[in-house]
């Protein structure tokens, strides 16, 4: 009996998991089409950093940040969010893979401490999606989100050592605003986007 319910569960998660990326591929053909129909430009994204570490980041067109100066060194916000290459001189065990309908990068965990980043991100239809992400040195969760029944913040931390055993696995999903997170071992981030 111990087999069979485990069995059940496994397929259970798979199931979920396959729901969930088909809702993912059903919202991002919907907004496609109804931006396709009509004449819209896309989405922008504002992305804000909270944190005392400084971060390499990932040159996109369509992401804009309002991150505070490095205080310590002196030097000026950097202009993207994200990273766009795992260097030998980057401490990070593993990253955030930050996946929305106009941008993909990377986000650090920190060594130690923790940040938050804000991505904002006008939608087609003109409103503002809002989540906040919470990094720790071992995981990710979804803070705050503007979206309805906040499914994404109610999905919990993912960390290093539950990420295999959880329903969405690695993941968290904003289906509402299109956005989803995926924590990768530094390996995993080397294979996706080499040195």
């Not at 396959?18 to 994204?45: D, F, N, R, W």
């Not at 986000?107 to 938050?116: I, K």
């Not at 968290?172 to 995993?188: A, F, G, Y």
Request: net charge negative; proline share 5%; hydrophobic share 40%.
């Amino acid at each position: 009996m111990n087999g069979s319910n485990r069995q059940n569960k496994m397929k259970n998660k798979r199931i979920m998991i396959i729901l969930a990326a088909a809702l993912l591929l059903l919202a991002g053909c919907s907004q496609q089409k109804q931006a396709s129909s009509e004449e819209t430009k896309p989405a922008e994204t504002v992305t804000e950093v909270s944190a005392t570490e400084t971060v390499t980041e990932l040159p996109t067109t369509e992401t804009i940040t309002e991150a505070p100066a490095a205080e310590k060194t002196g030097q000026q916000p950097a202009e993207q969010p994200f990273l766009v290459q795992v260097t030998d001189s980057d401490p990070s065990i593993a990253y955030v893979l930050v996946r929305m309908p106009e941008a993909i990068g990377l986000l650090p965990l920190p060594v130690e401490g923790e940040y938050t980043r804000t991505i904002r991100q006008v939608m087609a239809d003109g409103t503002e999606a809002v989540n906040v992400l919470h990094l720790t040195a071992n995981g990710v969760w979804m803070e705050e989100s503007n979206c309805e029944g906040h499914d994404c913040i109610l999905e919990g931390e993912v960390t290093l050592e539950n990420r295999e055993e959880r329903v969405l696995w690695n993941m968290i999903i904003c289906l509402p605003h299109q956005l989803s997170l995926e924590l990768i071992t530094r390996e995993e981030a080397v294979q996706l986007i080499g040195r």
